[in-house]
């Protein structure tokens, strides 16, 4: 039994990196970089199958000439011989992976096709579709590891897909040209405690060099402590994504976890919010100090816990956190409210002054709401200069679907192409003429500190 995990290319559209002034450009995010965590622990926990890997956005990083990805499809297809390819799918990368399971598809149906990951979860109708077969939500990992063993000895002549996978709870089949779902998966799967898998990074050995943050010369891997988020920002894909059950890693799994990538010396953690149970913090530290790890750490923290807990940024400043990226989304209490942030404006700079004074670099992010006028955008920049932080990030407010934001707005979108949906691209209407929306926008990107991206 062959699987072969794929990760799709990045969305090319970036429409604010477009508009934007050349020396803005450079700051603009056309790539971010690291490897796929939820595929890389997925492979880890299958069991008695070969594993391959095709890291799309590695091997454009690697080389940004590589074939399309239909091309590269097609080279693994015919040199590895799966049996079955996984793909994990965010919005933007929606039409890619479509586009690369059709390829899979034309070049041998017999090959089972199983897309997962946030958009399958949120959206799994959006893929009743020729070329799909199975649609694995949620975690996925104990759906994944029985689909494996239900289709060992591949699929046996008459026999049905819905026959054969009905069995497994929390997933959905695609039969002739409807999906049927399976219903919850049957038992509780606690991903981020008792289930924690750590995810084997030998899988992504070969792009290993393009996963570097801010010309580091140093390799950074991602590492998560929390699945899914407490608080409930209309916008936000992460907690709908897990139905709002916010799970808290042990402190000695992410120790162990930690310990054992001594060749990543920089760890950007992939929490939506690395810092928000004040003791699981101070423990985590802690830990780190006791067990003398020594790597630089990336983390995302809101300015009301820093505003809170400024003795704890300062423990971890002193045990290698040296960046923070840190969801402003608005200088407006009022904006705030109405994305149900709960945190107040008037926080970020006392927040940023606390970072400061650790000499940690902030990258604060604005959301750019699109009706958004001249005056707007003026104070918005007003705002931002005042509180100039390293590395400023300016994004459109974005109706992801499956968020609660996009229920809201949805009788206002213009552009239904799912590869405009990764906040550079605009897909509501503006009052602004949209290229004068865009310009204000990508222009913003230059009001910040520092002369590096990250
Ligand atoms: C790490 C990360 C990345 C990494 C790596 C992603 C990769 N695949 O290469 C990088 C930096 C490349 C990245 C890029 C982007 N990201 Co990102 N990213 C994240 C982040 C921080 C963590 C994701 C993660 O690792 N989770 C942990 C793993 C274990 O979970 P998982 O991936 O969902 O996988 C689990 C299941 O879903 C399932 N599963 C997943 N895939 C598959 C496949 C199969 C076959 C099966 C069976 C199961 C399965 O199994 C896994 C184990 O349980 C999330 C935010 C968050 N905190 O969740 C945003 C997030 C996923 N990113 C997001 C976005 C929008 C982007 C960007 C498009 C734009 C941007 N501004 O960030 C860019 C991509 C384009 C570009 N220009 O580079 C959004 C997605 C929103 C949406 N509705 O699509 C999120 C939710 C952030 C947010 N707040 O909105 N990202």
């Not at 040209?177 to 008792?194: C, K, M, N, V, Y």
């Not at 988020?229 to 709002?244: A, V």
């Not at 970020?348 to 959301?367: C, L």
Request: aromatic residues 12%; charged residues 25%; hydrophobic residues 35%.
């Amino acid at each position: 039994m062959r699987v072969l995990l794929i990760n799709p290319p990045r969305s090319p559209f970036n429409a604010i990196y477009d508009h934007a002034p050349g020396e803005a450009q450079k700051y603009i995010h056309r790539k971010l970089i690291g490897p796929p965590l939820g595929l890389m622990t997925i492979a880890t926990c299958l069991r008695d199958c070969d594993i391959d890997f095709l890291e799309m956005k590695g091997e454009y990083d690697l080389n940004p000439d590589a074939p399309s990805a239909e091309k590269m499809t097609e080279e693994a297809v015919n040199r590895l011989h799966p049996d079955i390819v996984g793909i994990s799918v965010i919005t933007s990368e929606f039409n890619a992976s479509i586009g690369i399971l059709q390829k899979v598809r034309s070049l041998n149906p017999e090959i089972l096709t199983v897309a997962g990951g946030l958009h399958a979860t949120l959206c799994p109708q959006d893929f009743n579709l020729d070329c799909i077969d199975l649609i694995v939500s949620g975690h996925g990992v104990s759906s994944f590891q029985k689909i494996i063993d239900s289709y060992k000895n591949g699929r046996p002549p008459g026999k049905s897909l819905f026959g054969m996978f009905r069995h497994i709870g929390g997933i959905f089949i695609r039969t002739v040209d409807a999906l049927q779902p399976t219903g919850i998966p049957e038992e509780s799967f606690d991903i981020g405690g008792r289930n924690f898998i750590y995810p084997k990074r030998l899988w992504v050995e070969k792009w290993k060099d393009t996963y570097k943050a801010g010309g580091s010369p140093f390799p950074s891997t991602y590492i998560f402590t929390s699945l899914s988020c407490p608080y409930r920002c209309s916008f936000c894909s992460i907690w709908p994504q897990y139905r709002e059950n916010y799970t808290q890693r042990n402190v000695e799994s992410v120790i162990d976890e930690l310990k054992s990538v001594p060749e990543y010396p920089i760890v950007r953690f992939s929490d939506a919010n690395t810092l928000v149970d004040p003791v699981f913090a101070n423990l985590l530290c802690s830990r780190i100090e006791e067990e003398g790890i020594k790597k630089t750490y990336i983390m995302d923290i809101r300015t009301d816990f820093a505003v809170k807990y400024p003795e704890i940024i300062s423990r971890f400043a002193r045990a290698g956190l040296k960046v923070v990226i840190s969801g402003f989304e608005s200088f407006r209490e009022e904006e705030l409210k109405k994305y149900n942030k709960s945190q107040d404006a008037v926080l970020i700079k006392k927040a940023v002054q606390i970072f400061h004074s650790h000499g940690i670099m902030v990258r604060g992010n604005y959301v750019i709401p699109p009706d958004y006028t001249e005056k707007d955008f003026e104070e918005l920049a007003a705002f931002s200069h005042a509180n100039r932080v390293s590395f400023a990030g300016y994004t459109i407010l974005s109706p992801m679907p499956g968020t609660a934001f996009y229920s809201q707005v949805k009788q206002d979108i213009i552009d239904t192409d799912y590869r405009k949906y990764n906040f550079f691209n605009c897909v509501t209407k503006t009052i602004l003429p949209l290229e004068k929306f865009y310009e204000m926008t990508a222009t913003l990107w230059l009001i910040k500190k520092g002369t590096d991206v990250i």
